[in-house]
């Protein structure tokens, strides 16, 4: 088990073309500014007695034009060379012996940012599992997925399926053993993703919303905990605001009824803290055009420092 992180480095990624609509690569600035209860994201962090350092933004390659309809995956070579440039940034934050700490821009990132923490770790002979909160799989190639979308990709490309120039990203696949990770809150899976799941014999690493309902998301959690940490080198979380109910969390794109709620959402991220071992922390899918009194960007915030060891007392 590791320590608590020390030196935090936010990096923001303001990509939003591998969602379906934009808006999504405005919640980088939106948590990185917005003050919730007074102060911004930076300040908080600090608060916590955290040495905090802001990277800024990955510079994205942005499509200049439509996708084409047969499109698929859409905007191939815009979220090449935008992987590419997030890897070398993460990576560049990693060898400071800096905390992660990820704002997003749409799921899609996952694919640049977990493909340079697998690296990194990589070089020092470890391996690192992967939790993913999501109210998606998240694990369409291609073949299955019906929109192109390159945010309901990630996990596949992660896993070593999907377009050669995504899974080779860094030079090597997959990028994570499928043994060291654990899929928390889904709730609404394309039938593609129903069957990859149980073709790769992932079902008891997934605890949909119903196993979270049946058993509690204390139990869920901590056993999701339990797979991710069987890999030496501790593990990443990523995670997408849609998880959360919509009442809760409306600014997102794809939102999903009966989602997790304000209170296990952050149990969740705060047994995580407890437990220790956590290698970065990413958070995806804020949309400020969407959302409602800013309630959203707020939440993503306080999120991110339960994640970080926030209690309440």
């Avoid at 990859?196 to 139990?219: E, H």
Wanted: hydrophobic fraction near 40%; glycine fraction near 10%; aromatic fraction near 6%.
């Amino acid at each position: 088990m590791k320590s608590r992180p020390e030196n935090i480095g936010i990096l923001g990624i303001p990509l939003g073309f591998g969602a379906g609509q934009t808006g999504s690569e405005l919640g980088v600035d939106a948590m990185r500014l917005s003050r919730v209860r007074g102060k911004q994201l930076a300040e908080h962090l600090s608060d916590l007695q955290l040495s905090v350092r802001d990277y800024g933004s990955v510079p994205v390659i942005r499509p200049s034009r439509e996708a084409d309809a047969s499109e698929n995956p859409k905007y191939l070579d815009e979220m090449v060379a935008s992987s590419r440039n997030i890897l070398d940034s993460v990576l560049t934050l990693l060898r400071e012996g800096s905390f992660p700490v990820i704002l997003g821009g749409d799921h899609s990132i996952a694919i640049g940012t977990f493909s340079a923490l697998s690296s990194f770790y990589r070089s020092k002979g470890e391996e690192i599992g992967l939790i993913w909160f999501d109210a998606h799989a998240d694990i369409n190639t291609p073949e299955s997925s019906s929109s192109g979308n390159v945010h309901g990709m990630p996990l596949a490309v992660l896993l070593g399926e999907g377009r050669d120039e995504l899974t080779g990203l860094g030079g090597f696949s997959p990028k994570l053993n499928k043994d060291h990770f654990a899929h928390v809150g889904a709730r609404d899976l394309d039938q593609g993703e129903k069957d990859r799941i149980n073709s790769l014999c992932l079902r008891d690493q997934f605890f949909t919303m119903s196993d979270i309902d049946k058993r509690g998301m204390l139990s869920c959690v901590e056993e999701a905990i339990s797979i991710a940490s069987k890999a030496p080198g501790g593990f990443a979380v990523t995670f997408d605001v849609d998880m959360i109910d919509p009442r809760f969390a409306p600014g997102s794109g794809t939102l999903v009824r009966g989602g997790t709620t304000y209170r296990e959402a952050h149990l969740a991220l705060e047994v995580i803290a407890e437990h220790g071992g956590m290698v970065s922390f990413e958070i995806v899918e804020v949309n400020p055009l969407l959302d409602q009194s800013n309630i959203t960007v707020e939440l993503a915030v306080e999120l991110i420092l339960s994640a970080l060891g926030k209690t309440i007392l």
